[in-house]
């Protein structure tokens, strides 16, 4: 089991940046997947970026050019780069990450983006 612990959400206004990690910690020899997903009030849970384990990243249209997803092997974290943000990326952002036998969620963290 991999055990996720979210930081860096918060409150900033339209045209700012903010930078969510997710330190992970257990079994992560096996992981194979890492991803930011976010889920705004009465809406569903959508992909705002993955990495796999080759490092292949990939992005959801309404982010790119925007956002940047990188893992730190060193540091055990996998961290989202958010640069001018817009309200519509106001939502709760949580961190997925899969590996053997495991499919893991952080508890999530809170973005608004004061227009």
């Known amino acids: 089991q991999v055990q996720l612990v979210e930081s860096g959400g918060g409150l900033v206004q339209a045209g700012g940046s903010l930078r969510l990690s997710c330190a992970f910690s257990g079994s992560i020899f096996n992981i194979y997947y890492m991803g930011w997903y976010r889920q705004a009030p009465g809406k569903q849970r959508e992909l705002v970026a993955d990495?796999?384990?080759?490092?292949?990243?990939n992005y959801a249209d309404s982010v790119k050019g925007r956002f940047t997803i990188s893992r730190d092997n060193a540091k055990n974290t996998v961290d989202l780069q958010m640069n001018s943000l817009k309200p519509e990326d106001t939502a709760v952002y949580y961190c997925?990450?899969?590996?053997?036998?495991?499919?893991?969620w952080g508890q999530g963290t809170q973005v608004t983006v004061s227009s």
């Open positions: 997925n990450i899969r590996a053997y036998l495991s499919d893991s």
């Open positions: 990495i796999t384990r080759s490092r292949t990243t």
